[in-house]
């Protein structure tokens, strides 16, 4: 495979997702990357993302997640940044720009800028509600256990959420 550009982060190389898909379509021009959202709310998104083969075949999936207020950027874009953090896990999931790790480089920049920042109130935790738990709960149903597994860790929840949450993710 092509050496794709790549950028430091904390001394380790990253692919950008752009890099991804300019290889992709140079290299794939008849296979499709396709997009849909799996729940949306006026707080978060949640999008898969395939590589379909000229025979209709799903290659590679990935999901992503955002949620509206997390940075500067998805106060007015967390639909379209969630559908790049999707592609570049599709991608990577497809092999591509994988070397040194699946994470793009846009992902690992974002987990960053939350584990950085608290929430308007102070606390590090955001209270678990009813729509972020049915996500929570949908995402593992479709395949995005990683996701939940790194999202649960900031929120606050019932001892019954969590417990749900732990059973549906074994």
Not at 23 to 32: C, L, T
Not at 116 to 136: E, F, L, Q, R
Not at 163 to 170: Q, R, S, V, Y
Request: hydrophobic fraction near 30%.
């Amino acid at each position: 495979m092509t050496k794709l550009k790549t950028i430091k982060i904390k001394g380790k190389d990253y692919v950008e997702v752009n890099e991804r898909l300019k290889y992709f379509r140079n290299n794939y021009p008849n296979h499709s990357l396709t997009s849909k959202i799996t729940h949306i709310d006026s707080e978060m998104v949640v999008i898969q993302s395939d590589i379909i083969d000229p025979d209709g075949r799903v290659l590679a999936t990935g999901h992503a997640h955002e949620e509206k207020g997390a940075n500067y950027i998805n106060k007015t874009s967390y639909v379209e940044n969630c559908e790049t953090s999707a592609w570049g896990r599709t991608l990577a999931n497809f092999g591509i720009g994988i070397d040194s790790s699946v994470s793009s480089a846009q992902e690992l920049q974002i987990a960053l800028s939350k584990n950085n920042k608290p929430s308007a109130n102070g606390s590090v935790k955001k209270k678990m509600t009813i729509d972020v738990y049915k996500a929570m709960m949908d995402s593992i149903k479709n395949g995005a256990k990683d996701i939940v597994k790194t999202r649960m860790p900031n929120y606050e929840m019932t001892k019954a959420q969590k417990d749900e949450l732990t059973k549906a993710l074994k």
